[in-house]
């Protein structure tokens, strides 16, 4: 928990770096204006809506950032809600909670790294690798809610005592913890490269940021992975512990 909501805070707050100063605005521009999402003068009803919820790049093109990483972000949770609603449930009854997670990060992990790969001119490439991603990470979202109950089944089944409350609190404070340390690890490596607000970066930065967006959230997504592979509660026993819970507490009524 701690490492996976540390890549997600690393990747969140570095995007938007990624998008300003890496991402080519001209190709952004162009890429934008192919679905429509470029002011003109026979606007229509659906173009307005747009234009109101500022997904229209004005005359001046001076929004272009705003719109294109809108755009990103919303396409990444469309994708994202897709995959809970279908994958997760499914994906899990099959193969187990563990495992799905496992698989869904390390895929994660895979499509996050390709962002440093992919140039700056090529818009269309960041929205496949961003859809790829967010559909890898959707199965994961509600399992790790799951797994925190099977973790307190675990504990009750191993130790004969119940602790729900203690099991919670730990995971919390990990997941709260990871968001934190995401968000200071994001901010020291941009700023170790040279990186200035508001100002056209140096080489140097421009590497900082596209690392923080890809190579080193992928790193902490692959220590998740890894310490999943510990994780010993699998399908299987996780059947056994609930029908031995159950029959524990039917003796105990």
């Known amino acids: 928990i701690l490492f996976f909501f540390s890549s997600f805070a690393i990747l969140g707050n570095s995007m938007s770096y990624y998008f300003n100063y890496y991402v080519d605005k001209n190709a952004l521009y162009a890429f934008l204006k192919a679905f429509g999402l470029v002011s003109s003068s026979d606007a229509g009803i659906m173009h307005s809506m747009l234009s109101a919820f500022g997904l229209i ?14 755009l990103f972000n919303m396409v990444g949770q469309i ?9 997760s449930g499914w994906l899990s009854g099959i193969f187990g909670k563990r495992n799905v997670f496992v ?8 499509f ?10 090529s818009i269309t490439s960041m929205f496949i690798i961003n859809i790829l991603k967010s ?25 004969n005592r119940r602790a729900t409350g203690f099991t919670f609190a730990g995971i919390v404070f990990a997941l709260k913890a990871g968001l934190g340390l ?29 690392l923080s ?22 399908k299987k026993s996780n059947e056994d512990i609930q029908k031995d819970l159950s029959e524990r507490r039917s003796v105990a009524e």
């Open 182 to 210: 995401g968000g200071a690890i994001c901010g020291v490596i941009v700023d170790s490269f040279g990186f200035i607000p508001n100002a056209a970066q140096s080489t140097t930065a421009i590497l900082g940021i596209r």
């Open 213 to 234: 967006s890809s190579l080193i959230p992928s790193v902490t997504f692959v220590i998740g992975v890894v310490a999943l592979c510990f994780y010993p509660i699998t």
């Open 112 to 121: 996050t790294a390709m962002f440093y790969l992919v140039g700056c001119t």
């Open 135 to 159: 559909l890898s990470y959707a199965p994961t979202i509600p399992l790790l809610w799951a797994m925190m109950g099977d973790v307190a089944d675990f504990s009750e089944w191993k130790y």
């Open 103 to 110: 698989v869904g990060l390390a895929f994660t992990a895979v």
């Open 57 to 70: 790049v004005v005359a001046d093109h001076s929004n272009v950032f705003a719109v294109g990483y809108s």
């Open 79 to 87: 994708m994202t809600l897709i995959g809970v609603i279908t994958l």
